[in-house]
């Protein structure tokens, strides 16, 4: 009925993408109207800079990372699916339904959540966190508030804390292992309630 | 053919009856007390029964739903963030597994970069600012397709009420409204012409045929603090919603207008407008030279028999929930400022002009088809600028005042923001901040600077963002 019917309507595939990420009908189309207004030029494309006219992620010491993680596969526009698909990661994890393993991994559980806080360390895609990539991280993060040496000095500490094998790098599965505890999923939980 | 003549006969006089009695009432019922200034309280009966109705709408959409097993999508009590609102710094207290004991050395951990991004992407759903440039999301639904994110649970029942209310907007309260807005113009223009052939003086007539055309919106106003009226020889400071802004104030005293000189319709109502009173009209050109624009302004201010010019200083619209930095252009004159808040319920309709989605024909065409625009204006006391307080100060004064009043979010980002981008220095102290955490500076946490204050629905919250 009227304009927000329409709006479901002129989303291709809504069905598939609304059984894929969980999310709700009123919820894409918020998202899509959310899209809309970032896409001045109403290409039907977002591209990076259309990211940094929001000026609270502009503030953000990661704001950068955080817009790459939506342009990962070498592109340089998204489209609305990519675009709900990356924020469907932030929905609550379900996680007490036993999971049928033959059915690929949800997008909102833990792991999925994990990998994408990865991606943000692991720029070169290379499936390990290097110490210069941490580096890198904490320099965004305090730059000029604290020392090249502390840095260096915060740096060793959590590889050596996290690193099990001894290859002065973090891979995936030793993330995993880090004592993030449940707090991991908790505070990504905060975006998409029910 | 010739049966057809005693049917063409009938016809004619039911279409001219009907014409009379549609002409006559509107001009008893509207236009007459409009020229008066009396009301017989037509809109208030209104505008509470649309109110019984809309509760009705909601709770059979909310019954709809619980049917269903399945939630309602309300912006703020049910939307897609879970607001919660704790800093920085107690979010990364939460985060760390380690206890809280901080030690003079900075400590890290990985868990530490989920606050930013949990933040990051919330921004991206939903971000202070970019969200008062379009309109805002209503808990109850209003009968208006427009505004309504819950069509899924819309019963038999309901959608035969919109059918209704559809009937009556477009077919009997749309045609009413443009008669009368086009009578209120060309009453306007009609007799401005005369009153510029009499002997100069001020004439009144304006106010009646902005008394029309807020008719012609149904706009039902009320009027607070009227002793804080701008007087002659000021200027008056208002927040920015909608063109419209102009009539409701107009409606109740004289003002001087300043703006653009436009061709066109709008071209013929601003040289109508100077026959009668003063009001400054700028050149395309001259508006740039900041110069000349105080100057004229001064000028017309200086000599106390003008009317108090009327002045947005946010420079742009926004929607209604905030109010943005204002321009420090006006606050600069040196004359007493007569700050003035706008406050529009958009349960009837809402008020805000999209510039970037809609034109301004499309948007009167959806303000005379939306069930009343309903607006209160509160009058603020006469301020003027102290001892030792530049501009850019004085208006944040009047900017926090007219905020308070209007319960409105005090931002202090720019409207220009709908267009442009962010500077880098804030991202600066989003860094400090963090590392303060980190190092545990213990006395700097204490003065948080309160970057923003919001006033959410009476609840007064403090968000901390540096």
Same mark, same amino acid.
């Given at each position: 009925?009227? =304009?927000?019917?329409? %709006?479901?309507?002129?989303?291709?595939?809504?069905? #598939?993408?609304?059984?894929? %990420?969980?999310?709700?009908?009123?919820?894409?189309?918020?998202?899509?109207?959310?899209? #809309?207004?970032?896409?001045?030029?109403?290409?039907?494309?977002?591209?990076?800079?259309?990211?940094?006219?929001?000026?609270?992620?502009?503030?953000?010491?990661?704001?950068?990372?955080?817009?790459?993680?939506?342009? =990962?596969?070498?592109?340089?526009?998204?489209?609305?699916?990519?675009?709900?698909?990356?924020?469907?990661?932030?929905?609550?994890?379900?996680?007490?339904?036993?999971?049928?393993? =033959?059915?690929?991994?949800?997008?909102?559980?833990?792991?999925?959540?994990?990998?994408?806080?990865?991606?943000?360390?692991?720029?070169?895609?290379?499936?390990?966190?290097?110490?210069?990539?941490?580096?890198?991280?904490?320099? =965004?993060?305090?730059?000029?508030?604290?020392?090249?040496?502390?840095?260096?000095?915060?740096?060793?500490? %959590?590889?050596?804390?996290?690193?099990?094998?001894?290859?002065?790098?973090?891979?995936?599965?030793?993330?995993?292992?880090?004592?993030?505890?449940?707090?991991? %999923?908790?505070?990504?939980?905060?975006?998409?309630?029910? | 053919?010739?049966?057809?003549?005693?049917?063409?006969?009938?016809?004619?006089?039911?279409?001219?009856?009907?014409?009379?009695?549609?002409?006559?009432?509107?001009?008893?019922?509207?236009?007459?007390?409009?020229?008066?200034?009396?009301?017989?309280? *037509?809109? $208030?009966?209104?505008?509470?029964?649309?109110?019984?109705?809309?509760?009705?709408?909601? &709770?059979?959409?909310?019954?709809?739903?619980?049917?269903?097993?399945?939630?309602?999508?309300?912006?703020?009590?049910?939307?897609?963030?879970? $607001?919660?609102?704790?800093?920085?710094?107690?979010?990364?207290?939460?985060?760390?597994?380690?206890?809280?004991?901080?030690?003079?050395?900075?400590?890290?951990?990985?868990?530490?970069?989920?606050?930013?991004?949990?933040?990051?992407?919330?921004?991206?759903?939903?971000?202070?600012?970019?969200?008062?440039?379009?309109?805002?999301?209503?808990?109850?639904?209003?009968?208006?397709? @427009?505004?309504?994110?819950?069509?899924?649970?819309?019963?038999?029942? &309901?959608?035969?009420?919109?059918? &209704?209310?559809?009937?009556?907007?477009?077919?009997?309260?749309?045609?009413?409204?443009?008669? &009368?807005?086009?009578?209120?113009?060309?009453?306007?223009?009609?007799?401005?012409?005369?009153?510029?052939?009499?002997?100069?003086?001020?004439?009144?007539?304006?106010?009646?045929?902005?008394?029309?055309?807020?008719?012609?919106?149904?706009?039902?106003?009320?009027?607070?603090?009227?002793?804080?009226?701008?007087?002659?020889?000021?200027?008056?400071?208002?927040?920015?919603?909608?063109?419209? !802004?102009?009539?409701?104030?107009?409606?109740?005293?004289?003002?001087?207008?300043?703006? /653009?000189?436009?061709?066109?319709?709008?071209?013929?109502?601003?040289?109508?407008?100077?026959?009668?009173?003063?009001?400054?009209?700028?050149?395309?050109?001259?508006?740039?030279?900041?110069?000349?624009?105080?100057?004229?302004?001064?000028?017309?201010?200086?000599?106390?028999?003008?009317?108090?010019?009327?002045?947005?200083?946010?420079?742009?619209?926004?929607?209604?929930?905030?109010?943005?930095?204002?321009?420090?252009?006006?606050?600069? *004159?040196?004359?007493?400022?007569?700050?003035?808040?706008?406050?529009? !319920?958009?349960?009837?309709?809402?008020?805000?002009?999209?510039?970037?989605?809609?034109?301004?024909?499309?948007?009167?065409? @959806?303000?005379?088809?939306?069930?009343?625009?309903?607006?209160?204006?509160?009058?603020?006391?006469?301020?003027?600028?102290?001892?030792?307080?530049?501009?850019?100060?004085?208006?944040?004064?009047?900017?926090?005042?007219?905020?308070? /009043?209007?319960?409105?979010?005090?931002?202090?980002?720019?409207?220009?923001?709908?267009?442009?981008?962010?500077?880098?220095?804030?991202?600066?102290?989003? /860094?400090?901040?963090?590392?303060?955490?980190?190092?545990?500076?213990?006395?700097?946490?204490?003065?948080?600077?309160?970057?923003?204050?919001?006033?959410?629905?009476?609840?007064?919250?403090?968000?901390?963002?540096?």
């Amino acid at each position: 009925m009227g =304009s927000t019917n329409s %709006t479901l309507s002129k989303i291709p595939n809504v069905e #598939e993408l609304m059984r894929e %990420t969980g999310f709700s009908p009123a919820h894409i189309v918020r998202l899509y109207d959310r899209f #809309e207004s970032l896409d001045k030029e109403k290409t039907g494309h977002l591209r990076p800079e259309d990211f940094g006219a929001i000026n609270r992620l502009a503030m953000n010491p990661i704001g950068d990372r955080i817009i790459g993680a939506f342009f =990962s596969s070498g592109q340089d526009t998204v489209d609305f699916h990519s675009f709900v698909r990356i924020l469907a990661h932030f929905r609550p994890a379900e996680n007490n339904r036993p999971r049928d393993p =033959s059915l690929p991994e949800p997008v909102n559980s833990r792991i999925s959540k994990l990998k994408f806080a990865f991606q943000l360390y692991d720029l070169d895609k290379d499936g390990k966190i290097s110490r210069a990539e941490l580096l890198q991280v904490l320099r =965004s993060m305090m730059e000029m508030q604290v020392t090249e040496e502390q840095l260096e000095s915060i740096a060793d500490r %959590t590889i050596q804390e996290a690193d099990l094998d001894r290859d002065d790098a973090i891979s995936f599965e030793e993330f995993r292992k880090v004592p993030l505890g449940d707090t991991l %999923t908790l505070t990504q939980q905060r975006v998409a309630s029910k | 053919m010739g049966w057809l003549l005693p049917f063409d006969n009938l016809l004619c006089m039911a279409l001219g009856i009907s014409f009379t009695v549609w002409f006559t009432s509107l001009l008893v019922f509207i236009i007459v007390p409009a020229i008066l200034g009396v009301s017989f309280g *037509i809109r $208030k009966l209104y505008m509470n029964s649309l109110l019984k109705i809309f509760e009705w709408a909601t &709770l059979r959409m909310e019954r709809g739903a619980k049917e269903k097993n399945q939630h309602l999508y309300k912006p703020y009590s049910n939307g897609i963030i879970a $607001k919660e609102m704790s800093t920085l710094e107690q979010e990364i207290q939460e985060l760390r597994s380690s206890s809280t004991t901080l030690s003079s050395e900075p400590e890290f951990e990985m868990a530490d970069i989920m606050s930013f991004c949990r933040r990051g992407v919330e921004s991206i759903v939903d971000d202070e600012v970019t969200k008062r440039f379009s309109a805002e999301e209503l808990e109850s639904w209003n009968l208006l397709t @427009r505004s309504n994110y819950n069509f899924r649970h819309i019963s038999l029942r &309901l959608s035969v009420l919109w059918g &209704l209310g559809l009937l009556i907007r477009y077919s009997f309260l749309l045609p009413l409204r443009i008669t &009368l807005a086009a009578t209120g113009i060309g009453l306007l223009v009609v007799l401005t012409t005369i009153v510029g052939f009499l002997p100069s003086g001020r004439y009144k007539i304006h106010m009646m045929c902005y008394r029309i055309c807020v008719r012609a919106l149904t706009a039902i106003i009320t009027y607070h603090n009227s002793e804080n009226k701008p007087k002659n020889g000021g200027i008056c400071v208002a927040n920015h919603t909608t063109p419209i !802004d102009v009539i409701i104030l107009a409606n109740d005293g004289c003002y001087s207008m300043v703006g /653009q000189v436009h061709g066109g319709l709008i071209g013929v109502v601003q040289r109508a407008m100077v026959k009668s009173s003063p009001h400054i009209w700028f050149e395309r050109s001259e508006v740039k030279d900041r110069h000349l624009v105080a100057k004229m302004l001064s000028n017309h201010v200086a000599d106390k028999t003008n009317h108090p010019i009327l002045i947005f200083p946010e420079g742009t619209c926004i929607n209604n929930t905030s109010v943005m930095m204002f321009k420090k252009g006006s606050f600069e *004159i040196g004359c007493t400022v007569y700050p003035v808040a706008i406050k529009y !319920d958009p349960r009837f309709g809402d008020a805000f002009w999209n510039s970037g989605k809609f034109g301004m024909v499309s948007y009167l065409l @959806r303000m005379m088809s939306s069930w009343a625009i309903v607006c209160s204006v509160w009058y603020l006391p006469p301020v003027n600028r102290e001892e030792g307080e530049d501009a850019v100060q004085f208006a944040n004064r009047v900017k926090a005042a007219i905020a308070r /009043q209007g319960g409105l979010v005090d931002l202090l980002w720019d409207g220009g923001l709908k267009r442009g981008k962010v500077k880098d220095t804030f991202r600066e102290e989003q /860094q400090k901040l963090y590392s303060k955490v980190l190092v545990g500076d213990q006395e700097d946490q204490a003065e948080d600077r309160p970057l923003e204050f919001s006033t959410l629905r009476g609840v007064v919250l403090v968000k901390t963002i540096s």
